[in-house]
């Protein structure tokens, strides 16, 4: 098992739905990491392909100018959801509750991820799942950076420092591997301090929040 069950409780253990039942059409991190993350989306990510964005809401942060064949969106709440314009389909599925994604093997060429990783309780069922709908050689970008629901987020990562939590997330691609399973590649650490407007700078506004990535490829 890649975390004991005292690792998985949350401080809110009520139903996750009623949590998420109400939009929240509001940023969760500012305007500098979005900026690092449109970048990497923009490095990464190819024209023309299918993207599964994952625990998504009213935004998907990827760039304007790329045309892809198909976006799939994931999410908790509906109206969020409907608002993300990027989206050409979307469903609501709770993944503590189930797990399993209803998507064909090997369908996306890339599966996205922005601060939601700290709330899956069982994220080595869910990284089985990404490596799954990816195809061979498809990209898997978790994100994140220190800001989250703190009743929500899982015993392991609340208990941890922003290392651990880097690690921790290495350790969920490099936890799907098996005889007949290929794995993931070694997970490529992106860390940057996130860079926040020169304006921003300029009134003395903090630096930023902190940027995550972690980066791996579905091995064929």
């Known amino acids: 098992?890649?975390?004991?069950?005292?690792?998985?409780?949350?401080?809110?253990?009520?139903?996750?739905?009623?949590?998420?039942?109400?939009?929240?059409?509001?940023?969760?991190?500012?305007?500098?990491?979005?900026?690092?993350?449109?970048?990497?989306?923009?490095?990464?990510?190819?024209?023309?392909?299918?993207?599964?964005?994952?625990?998504?809401?009213?935004?998907?942060?990827?760039?304007?100018?790329?045309?892809?064949?198909h976006v799939e969106g994931h999410g908790m709440n509906q109206e969020e959801l409907a608002k993300n314009s990027r989206l050409n389909h979307y469903f609501v599925q709770n993944l503590n509750a189930n797990p399993q994604l209803p998507l064909a093997d090997a369908e996306f060429d890339a599966v996205v991820n922005c601060v939601s990783v700290q709330y899956l309780q069982h994220p080595d069922l869910i990284f089985a799942e990404i490596h799954r709908i990816l195809k061979p050689g498809g990209v898997a970008i978790i994100s994140f950076s220190n800001r989250m629901f703190y009743q929500k987020a899982i015993a392991a990562w609340r208990e941890g420092s922003e290392g651990d939590r880097v690690e921790l997330v290495k350790s969920y691609f490099d936890a799907v591997k098996g005889a007949n399973i290929?794995?993931?590649?070694?997970?490529?650490i992106i860390s940057k301090q996130s860079s926040l407007p020169s304006?921003?700078?300029?009134?003395?506004?903090?630096?930023?929040?902190?940027?995550?990535?972690?980066?791996?490829?579905?091995?064929?």
Do not use: C
């Open 1 to 69: 098992m890649l975390l004991p069950d005292d690792r998985r409780t949350k401080l809110d253990d009520t139903d996750d739905n009623l949590f998420y039942a109400y939009p929240r059409f509001v940023t969760h991190v500012d305007e500098g990491f979005i900026q690092q993350l449109t970048d990497l989306y923009r490095e990464r990510l190819k024209p023309h392909t299918r993207i599964f964005d994952m625990m998504s809401s009213w935004v998907s942060h990827l760039p304007d100018e790329i045309e892809f064949a």
């Open 182 to 188: 290929p794995g993931f590649s070694k997970p490529e």
């Open 199 to 220: 304006f921003m700078k300029m009134l003395g506004i903090g630096s930023g929040d902190p940027f995550y990535a972690v980066v791996a490829y579905r091995q064929s």
